[in-house]
């Protein structure tokens, strides 16, 4: 699992980066075969009369080609890291789920590869 954090108008220090790793191991642990990366983007908006919400948003790859994203904008930039990034891990959990259930239907219980004849000798 490749983790990365970017960040825009934040200044993105040590113990953020930090945090966000830690969160996300935390969070992915238990799935972290079947993810490829997580890209952590933390983005400071302009309000009204010079008030900045953060907004964080976390894009997680799967292994099975499909790319979901959690955005979150809170008052709070470490708030807004955790909410997003366990939104994020259901999300994760629904899909594998669903991935799961979907490869089961497909794969019959039984495979008759062998006839009820043997074959020619040739």
């Known amino acids: ?9 934040v200044q993105l220090t040590d113990d953020i980066c ?3 790793e830690d969160t996300l191991r935390n ?3 238990h799935v972290a ?3 490829v990366s997580v890209d952590a983007r933390l983005e400071a908006i302009h309000q009204t009369r010079d ?11 799967l292994r099975n080609h499909r790319a979901l994203a959690a955005e979150i904008v809170d008052d709070n930039l470490y708030a807004a890291i955790r909410r997003s990034i366990s939104d994020s891990a259901r999300a994760v959990d629904r899909q594998l789920e669903r991935s799961k259930q ?9 495979f008759h590869v062998f ?3 043997p074959a020619a000798n040739v």
Not at 102 to 110: I, L
Request: net charge negative; no cysteine.
């Open 102 to 110: 979907v490869a089961e239907a497909r794969v019959p219980q039984k």
């Open 51 to 61: 008030r900045y919400d953060m907004k964080a948003v976390v894009r997680v790859d």
């Open 33 to 35: 075969d079947e993810i």
């Open 1 to 9: 699992m490749i983790i990365s954090t970017s960040s825009y108008n």
């Open 115 to 117: 006839g009820r004849y």
């Open 27 to 29: 969070e992915f642990g």
């Open 18 to 20: 930090e945090y966000v």
